[in-house]
Every structure is written in structure tokens, then in C-alpha cells.
């Protein structure tokens, strides 16, 4: 199941094969949650991530309650993170999402809904580190 960026051709197939769907322990140190949720659609999307000590991704899934195109989005989010620091994973943006999906201008805000989720859950586990 390999799915690096710019791999693919066909991202049709994460509308109908999302990858990573899944939840981890909100609680474990070295996870960091994001939920975020779309005011124009009340659709729901939380993404997590799981970081080795000096903070690189090593896993990260997703459960999104929402449309296919914020389904996907949180699809390909979930791939890109894989390997990434995560003060690289907050630099990924809802248009480069939208372009690897070809995503209709109506459906911006889906993968807006990914990019707000992968930055929730950086800033969340930056927040829980820094408490220990
Ligand atoms: Fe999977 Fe590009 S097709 S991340
Ligand atoms: Fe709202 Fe897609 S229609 S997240």
C-alpha cells in the first residue's frame, strides 16, 4: 500500500479506498489530535497523528463524518503526513489538496476541513509536550 505523494495518477481511488481510517489513543504522549468541523456544511473531521521523540510522523489516521471530496481530503492528508516532521506536516495547504483531487471550486471548503485537521492536531500535540 504505497501512496507517497505524487505517486498516484489515479486519486479517484482515494474517494473510493480511503486510506488510514482509523482512531489512536487521544491520550498517548505521543499523539496529537485535530478536530475541526466546517460551519458551512456541519460536516466533522478529526485527524491524528502519531510521532517517534524528535517528532517525525510515523502514523497518522482519520475519521471524517462528512462529504466524499472531505473523506478524501483527509485521505490524502493522512498519506502525505506519513514520514514528514510535523513542522513540515503544517505546511501543507487546502489547494495543494484540491489540485491532487481536482476538486470543484464548491468543495474548497472540504479540503479547507483538511488542512485546518492536520495543523489541530500538530498544535495538539505541541500543547500536550509541553506540559510533561
Ligand atoms: Fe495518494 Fe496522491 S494519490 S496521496
Ligand atoms: Fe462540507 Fe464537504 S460538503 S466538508
Given amino acids: 500500500q504505497t501512496c507517497a505523494r505524487g505517486y498516484h495518477k489515479n486519486v479517484v481511488d482515494h474517494f473510493e479506498n480511503p486510506r488510514n481510517m482509523g482512531s489512536f489513543d487521544k491520550d498517548s504522549a505521543n499523539v496529537g489530535t ?5 460551519p ?3 460536516d466533522v473531521m478529526k485527524l491524528q ?4 521523540d524528535d517528532g517525525n510522523i510515523v502514523d497518522s489516521c482519520f475519521k471524517t463524518f462528512g462529504c466524499g471530496s472531505a473523506i478524501a481530503s483527509s485521505s490524502v492528508v493522512t498519506e502525505w503526513v506519513k514520514g514528514q516532521h510535523v513542522d513540515q ?5 487546502n489547494d495543494e489538496i484540491a489540485k491532487h483531487l481536482n ?3 464548491v468543495k474548497l471548503h472540504c479540503s479547507m476541513l ?3 485537521a492536520i495543523r489541530a492536531a500538530v498544535k ?4 500536550k509536550q509541553q506540559k510533561q
Fill in 89 to 93: 506536516a503544517v505546511n501543507i495547504k
Fill in 103 to 105: 476538486l470543484p471550486p
Fill in 124 to 127: 495538539d500535540l505541541k500543547q
Fill in 40 to 42: 458551512a456544511c456541519g
Fill in 114 to 116: 483538511a488542512e485546518d
Fill in 49 to 52: 497523528i502519531r510521532v517517534d
Fill in 34 to 38: 485535530g478536530l475541526v468541523g466546517a
